[in-house]
């Protein structure tokens, strides 16, 4: 939910190292062409209004609460706000809708525009979107797979960063010891523990029906 896994910000928050670091929000979005054809959509959830940004050939930024379209056009000033969506994109909607609202949901079929993403945050990326659904990972865990045992700091931080939240599932990725982290969404760390429980429920890791998250 570090992050569906940001809502309004980032799933796991951190500080920008400088004021210029960051225009609206302290995610790191894609370095696209400044002529690159964007759109965006704004649109309601259990926790609030989220928003997507995205050309052609993927989501450029996912918006968690509260997406307004005036964040939207500060966040993407080029981006056209549009009401008709595309296939991928009515499935992204429909995908981050649902989860929000309760259910478990496979989001790793949605295309992610990550030009100008460092390296290695796009591994990072790749790696917390294979984690799946009902099982999470610390970030020792993840600079481990990565060959870079040392790097659990920087892992954290690239997740913090996430700009794709939930579609890159920051909320299945824990600190040292599996606890869970600082939580932007609304309901905080609890919300995180609730996705997670909904996961493992709807993956046959516990009995129970799915419950909302509120």
Known sequence: ??????????????????????????????VLPPDEPLWSHSFDTALGRCGLVW????????LLPDATPARLKRR???????????????????????????????????????RGIPEFRRQVHALT???????????????????????ARAVGRAEGDNPFPPIVPCH????????PT????PGGVETKRRMLLIEARAAGQLAGDQQPLF
Not at 55 to 62: D, L, N, T, Y
Not at 84 to 97: S, W
Not at 132 to 144: H, L, S, V
């Open 182 to 185: 600082g939580f932007s969404a």
């Open 129 to 151: 979107r294979a984690i799946p659904p009902g099982q999470t990972r610390t970030y020792g865990e993840i600079a481990a797979a990565l060959g870079q045992p040392g790097a």
């Open 1 to 30: 939910m570090a992050c569906l896994a940001t809502i309004s910000r980032p799933c796991c928050k951190r500080r920008p190292s400088t004021v210029s670091d960051f225009v609206d929000d302290p995610e790191i979005d894609p």
């Open 76 to 114: 993407h000033p080029t981006a056209q706000p549009v009401t008709e969506l595309p296939a991928h994109i009515a499935h992204a909607v429909d995908g981050i809708r649902a989860l929000l609202g309760g259910e478990a949901r496979d989001l790793t079929d949605i295309p992610l525009d990550e």
């Open 55 to 62: 050309s052609e050939r993927g989501i450029v930024a996912s």
């Open 172 to 179: 299945r990725v824990m600190g040292a010891g599996g606890e």
